[in-house]
C-alpha cells in the first residue's frame, strides 16, 4: 500500500526566499507524480507533473525533481512571494492495476510574509 | 477549454438523507476520479471511471455510495442514506488517456462540501 508523505507540515518564511517542499513515498512502482496547490475554500491546481522516466519538471519560479529509487520528491520554489501562501500537495500515481489511482500526501501549508 | 465542475458547492443535510453530487469533466477527457477529504484527514481516492466503466472502486468506503457516469459524460455520487462520517470535500478529477503518459495529468475540480447534521 502506497504511503505519501510530505514534510514540513507547515513553513513560513520572509518575501523573496527559496524554500523546498518534500515529499516521500513508499512504494517507488510509480506512473507518476503531481504537485498540486490548493488555496483556502478552493480546488486543487495542477502544478508540475513529473512522468516515471522523467527527473524534474520545471514552470517558471517552480522545480519539481523526482527520485524513484529513494522515494522522494522536491518542490522548489524560487523567490517567493506572498501569494504562494497555499497549500501545497504532491500525489503520486499507481501503477499497474492503479494506474489512475493517486495516493494524496496531507500536504505543506507554506505562508510567505511580505 | 472549461474546466473541472462540480455541483453543488456546499450541501448540508440530516442523517440519513440522501444527497446526490455531481461531475462534469473537462470535455474529452476519458477518465474521471472522485476523491474526497473527511476532517483532518488527507485526499483519499474513491473510484475512477474510464468513460463509462469502473474502472476502480477500491476506494468506496461502502455500499452506501453510489457513483455513475452514464454515457460516459457527467458523473454522479449518490450517498444513501448519509452518516455523520460522510462530512467532508468531495472532488472529482479528470484526465484525458492515462495509456498515453503525457496525458495523465489530473485536473481537479473545485470540490463539494458535504456536511451532515
Known amino acids: 500500500k502506497q504511503e505519501v508523505t510530505q514534510i514540513p507540515a507547515a513553513l513560513s518564511v520572509p518575501e523573496g526566499e527559496n524554500l523546498v517542499l518534500n515529499c516521500s513515498f513508499t512504494d517507488s512502482a510509480i506512473y507518476n507524480l503531481q504537485w498540486f496547490r490548493q488555496d483556502p475554500g478552493k480546488g486543487l491546481t495542477s502544478l508540475l507533473l513529473?512522468?516515471?522516466?522523467?527527473r524534474e519538471q520545471t514552470s517558471g519560479r517552480l522545480n519539481a525533481s523526482l527520485d524513484k529509487s529513494s522515494g522522494r520528491s522536491t518542490l522548489y520554489i524560487a523567490a517567493s512571494q506572498p501569494g504562494d501562501s497555499a497549500t501545497y500537495l504532491c500525489?503520486?500515481?499507481?501503477?499497474?492495476?492503479?494506474?489512475?489511482?493517486?495516493?494524496f500526501g496531507d500536504g505543506t501549508t507554506l505562508t510567505v510574509k511580505p | 477549454e472549461a474546466g473541472v465542475t462540480q455541483f453543488p458547492s456546499h450541501s448540508v443535510i440530516e442523517k440519513g438523507q440522501t444527497v446526490t453530487l455531481r461531475c462534469d469533466p473537462i470535455s474529452g477527457h476519458d477518465n474521471l476520479y472522485w476523491y474526497r477529504r473527511v476532517m483532518g484527514k488527507e485526499i483519499k481516492f474513491l473510484l475512477h471511471f474510464v468513460k463509462e466503466s469502473k474502472q476502480d472502486e477500491s476506494g468506496m468506503p461502502n455500499n452506501r455510495f453510489l457513483a455513475e457516469r452514464t454515457g460516459g459524460t457527467y458523473s454522479t455520487l449518490k450517498v444513501q442514506p448519509a452518516e455523520l462520517e460522510d462530512s467532508g470535500v468531495y472532488f472529482c478529477?479528470?484526465?484525458?488517456?492515462?495509456?498515453?503518459?503525457?496525458?495523465?495529468?489530473?485536473?481537479f475540480g473545485p470540490g463539494t462540501r458535504l456536511t451532515v447534521l
Open positions: 478529477a479528470s484526465s484525458r488517456n492515462r495509456l498515453v503518459s503525457s496525458y495523465n495529468e489530473q485536473f
Open positions: 500525489a503520486v500515481g499507481g501503477y499497474n492495476t492503479n494506474a489512475g489511482k493517486s495516493t
Open positions: 513529473i512522468q516515471s522516466s522523467q
